[in-house]
């Protein structure tokens, strides 16, 4: 944990954990599968690698697209079929 890359993309996959934890444990089915999860974390892993390598544009670029992934699709997925 020694660059700011480190600390964003651990505190956003930490996030996803919460989330994940939160829906699998509550009483209701959702729409949610563990394999929605795979795409931000593969960024966040990517993101904190280009950051690390000096590609911080890229890093920052990969960092928004994670995040607009996870509030795009799992703002959608919980509210199908309301």
């Not at 996959?13 to 959702?30: E, I, M």
Request: aromatic share 16%; with cysteine.
């Amino acid at each position: 944990m020694e660059t700011v890359y480190d600390w964003i993309t651990v505190l956003i996959f930490a996030a996803l954990v919460t989330r994940f934890l939160q829906c699998s444990a509550g009483p209701h089915q959702s729409d949610e599968n563990i394999w929605h999860y795979l795409v931000p974390s593969i960024g966040c892993a990517g993101a904190n690698w280009l950051g690390n390598s000096g590609w911080h544009w890229a890093a920052g670029v990969t960092i928004a697209a994670s995040l607009a992934y996870i509030f795009i699709f799992f703002g959608h997925v919980g509210r199908r079929g309301r």
